[in-house]
């Protein structure tokens, strides 16, 4: 990843984390809940879909940090469905043996891949409750290309905020 592409990441998770507006109907920002800093020695982080703005919709960021085989940090997802409340989750990783893959191909594009184990920290759907398990799997590209990633795969009772984000409104930044 270049260095201007590392700072762009950063800089727009920086933004992302900070943000806070309160969650609304159609036409108003949804909250995208501010994620607790990180402290490690390498730093993974994403966000994707675009803000939602209208009836319906569904955004994701998230960082945290890697030591090792051992990743820590918080993951938010927001989905909006026409005609009902807002559903937000938050996710909290360091559940599990994390190996970061590098010169992966996913579709033909060469990057950088990491499976992350997650467990639901706060939620305001019913149905997904907190302690479910799941994985979020991120997929950043290289050499010139954007194509990043990054995959929900969580169990049934949550099964719901599965969503695979791919396209330009996914950046992803995932270590060696």
Not at 136 to 156: K, P
Request: with cysteine.
């Amino acid at each position: 990843m270049t260095l201007t592409r590392l700072g762009a990441a950063v800089a727009v998770l920086c933004f992302l984390g900070a943000a806070a507006a309160p969650a609304g109907q159609a036409g108003t920002p949804v909250a995208y809940c501010p994620l607790p800093s990180f402290h490690g020695t390498e730093a993974w982080g994403f966000h994707a879909g675009a803000p939602i703005k209208g009836s319906s919709g569904s955004y994701a960021h998230g960082h945290g940090s890697l030591q090792g085989h051992s990743a820590t940090g918080s993951i938010c997802q927001v989905d909006r469905v026409a005609g009902t409340p807002d559903r937000q989750i938050v996710l909290s990783v360091g559940h599990g043996t994390v190996t970061p893959r590098h010169a992966v191909s996913l579709d033909g594009v060469l990057g950088n891949e990491m499976r992350l184990p997650v467990r639901v920290a706060s939620s305001t759907d019913s149905r997904c409750r907190v302690g479910t398990t799941g994985t979020v799997t991120l997929f950043a590209s290289y050499n010139g290309i954007h194509e990043d990633s990054a995959r929900f795969s969580l169990r049934r009772s949550c099964a719901s905020h599965d969503h695979d984000y791919t396209g330009s409104s996914v950046v992803a930044l995932v270590p060696r």
